[in-house]
């Protein structure tokens, strides 16, 4: 794990970093073992507690926001509670989609292992709903699955609603899973990127928040385009100039 993280944004108050692949937020149930997590990194990098505002599934990289005091992570939190944090990510799915479109499919509820507690999943479905829109395709001449030929393409997503998991079953619903999910996705196509590609990651990045700042009330907006591993992979597919 990195002893540093990428800082997008700081102020007195509020701290955006690019949150790396394979790091967790904070304890939880996910890895009991695990010993390094961003909001720790981050504290023993700038020498003051930060409270995560939302949450970015492990896999998953981009711009994670933390308050520097509670009531400054609490007023962020509730705006993603409301719905009036805009979100956009970007992400590799296998198939060729249409150019653009809404997935309104309602999600039953999951446990947040974050809590320790409770069940699994309930029965009880909450609304759900991700804009998207198709930014870049290709065809490759290889047989990953049962056709001569396989077929991916990036997205840029926009989720209006904050379910666990959104995107990622989401994507899975519409037989378009994400590159790398190891949990949602397609292990055939997951193992050709890891081997022909090099990649060994989600393909999945939060690359845009905007936010009401709790204490000035001003417009943020953070934007970080994708890098590492997953930057690397987009250049292998030849859709490095893509925006």
């Known amino acids: 794990m990195p002893e540093a993280l990428p800082i997008l944004y700081r102020d007195k108050n509020i701290v955006a970093i690019d949150k790396p692949p394979g790091l967790l937020v904070h304890r939880s149930e996910i890895d009991r073992h695990e010993t390094r997590f961003a909001i720790q990194i981050l504290r023993d990098q700038i020498g003051q507690r930060a409270w995560a505002a939302h949450r970015l599934d492990r896999g998953t990289s981009g711009v994670l926001l933390f308050g520097l005091n509670r009531e400054i992570a609490g007023a962020l939190g509730r705006q993603f509670e409301a719905g009036t944090v805009g979100k956009r990510y970007w992400a590799v799915v296998r198939g060729h989609p249409p150019a653009c479109g809404t997935i309104d499919h309602p999600l039953s509820r999951q446990r947040d292992p974050?809590?320790?507690?409770?069940?699994?999943?309930?029965?009880?479905?909450?609304?759900?709903i991700t804009n998207f829109r198709k930014l870049a395709e290709i065809e490759l001449p290889v047989t990953v699955d049962r056709y001569p030929s396989s077929r991916y393409a990036l997205l840029e997503l926009e989720p209006l609603t904050g379910?666990?998991?959104?995107?990622?079953?989401h994507l899975k619903h519409i037989a378009h899973p994400i590159i790398g999910d190891a949990t949602y996705g397609k292990g055939r196509h997951n193992r050709f990127f890891a081997s022909e590609l090099d990649c060994h990651r989600m393909l999945l990045a939060c690359t845009e928040l905007r936010f009401d700042h709790p204490e000035s009330g001003q417009r943020l907006e953070i934007r970080m385009p994708v890098s590492g591993e997953f930057a690397a992979t987009l250049a292998r597919l030849g859709w490095s100039n893509v925006s």
Do not use: I, K, P, T
Not at 114 to 128: C, H, I, K, T
């Open 163 to 169: 379910r666990r998991h959104q995107l990622r079953r």
């Open 114 to 128: 974050y809590l320790f507690r409770g069940e699994q999943s309930s029965n009880g479905a909450q609304d759900a």
